[in-house]
């Protein structure tokens, strides 16, 4: 084995096979060490019913949660909004929010990081997936959301934002 680390990680990545059970456990922890960092790493943000707040000052909503559940439920409400913060340079790959009502639509919204104005960028049916585009996240001059539309007394049970490191 190497004596130190600059040898030790040539010795591991430099050659194509294993010679030993002490170089296998040792690449091996190497590897998971450093695979949640691999560029091109598929990651998921989850998105908690509590994460998603009426988007108009007045509407009446209630989150209900209890063991093994939980739901945003529009009372009278009918958009929701919820942030979404991946790491600066993530690619944002698609996204899904779940609720209780597949005829809502949800989009991805966007804006400056100095205005209140938001863009929509892809969405989908409640409950379906958007269609996957490779969009790099810029945190320094963007922020993120995700825009849920409700009929009343709907519910949102959350969603999952699927993005890669680059």
Not at 146 to 162: E, H, L, M, P
Request: a negative charge.
């Amino acid at each position: 084995m190497a004596g130190n680390m600059f040898d030790l990680f040539k010795e591991l990545f430099g050659r194509s096979r294993v010679s030993s059970p002490t170089d296998f456990a040792t690449k091996g922890y190497v590897d998971a060490l450093f695979a949640p960092f691999a560029s091109g790493t598929t990651k998921y943000l989850s998105l908690a019913p509590a994460d998603f707040r009426v988007l108009h000052d007045g509407d009446e909503y209630f989150l209900s949660t209890s063991i093994g559940q939980g739901y945003f439920d529009s009372d009278n409400a009918n958009s929701f909004v919820a942030p979404v913060h991946l790491p600066h340079g993530a690619v944002f790959k698609k996204a899904i929010v779940y609720g209780a009502d597949s005829a809502n639509t949800w989009k991805l919204i966007y804006g400056s990081v100095d205005d209140i104005g938001m863009t929509e960028k892809v969405g989908a049916q409640v409950n379906s997936y958007s269609t996957t585009i490779t969009w790099v996240i810029d945190n320094l001059t963007t922020q993120y959301g995700i825009r849920a539309t409700c009929g009343a007394n709907d519910k949102i049970y959350g969603g999952i934002v699927v993005y890669e490191l680059p």
